[in-house]
């Protein structure tokens, strides 16, 4: 099976412009989580969707938003860049049906390596 | 609120030596805890997780890691360490259901010849 994949792997972006990060989970997998990871806050939780509706979301600003398609495919969306949302934003994907989050073995894209300057 | 103490960003070992790897964890129910790695530009890939049966738990490439409730802790040990075991590890904690994981800081193992 494919893993989860994450599209781009690179980015860089000035402040004030917005940006879309994809996500493909493993087939079959219905839950896709978002997690940014920076060297200062370390991971922390964006938000999950399961079968296109947000079941968690982290506390994050308006600005960070995602959608989940009908394919299980997710996108994250962050608009009004700031410096300080330069991080690796991680995708996992898990097969949602074993419960949540909480107990579920999620499996984690290589991610995107967003730089704002 | 749950949350996970790692001691020590840093851990260094020499080949074939013991790692202990520490985590710590606050939860005011039952907990679910996990152990993660990341290599180098890649993403987390479970180690182990314990989700409330046996307190011993082993994970893949020969980690395990013990569950102690009076102590609040989660450690992850392998009685021998390999060069390709040094990335960094990470202790989450849940607490189950429809929860989401809270992660520890990282501890990065070095691992010398």
């Known amino acids: 099976k494919a893993g989860v994949t994450q599209t781009p792997r690179y980015l860089i972006k000035t402040r004030g412009q917005q940006v879309t990060l994809s996500c493909s989970p493993i087939?079959?997998?219905?839950?896709v989580s978002w997690y940014q990871q920076t060297p200062g806050q370390g991971l922390q939780f964006l938000f999950e969707?399961?079968?296109?509706?947000?079941?968690n979301k982290g506390n994050f600003p308006g600005r960070f938003s995602g959608r989940q398609f009908s394919n299980s495919r997710s996108e994250m969306n962050v608009s009004t860049l700031e410096l300080g949302d330069s991080a690796l934003y991680l995708c996992a994907s898990s097969t949602g049906l074993a419960g949540g989050l909480g107990t579920d073995t999620q499996y984690f894209g290589p991610g995107t390596r967003l730089t704002v300057l | 609120a749950q949350s996970v103490t790692q001691l020590g960003s840093h851990v260094s070992v020499s080949e074939g030596a013991l790692v202990l790897l520490r985590c710590n964890y606050s939860?005011?129910?039952?907990?679910?805890l996990f152990w993660y790695v990341q290599y180098p530009n890649q993403g987390l890939q479970l180690l182990l997780k314990?989700?409330?049966?046996?307190?011993l738990v082993k994970g893949i490439n020969g980690f395990e890691a013990e569950f102690k409730k009076s102590e609040t802790s989660f450690h992850l040990t392998k009685p021998s360490a390999h060069m390709s075991d040094a990335a960094e590890y990470f202790c989450a904690v849940s607490e189950g259901g429809y929860s989401t994981l809270t992660f520890g800081k990282g501890t990065m193992l070095l691992v010398s010849p």
């Open positions: 969707y399961f079968s296109e509706t947000q079941r």
């Open positions: 314990y989700t409330s049966a046996a307190t």
């Open positions: 939860s005011s129910v039952p907990p679910y």
């Open positions: 087939s079959g997998h219905r839950s």
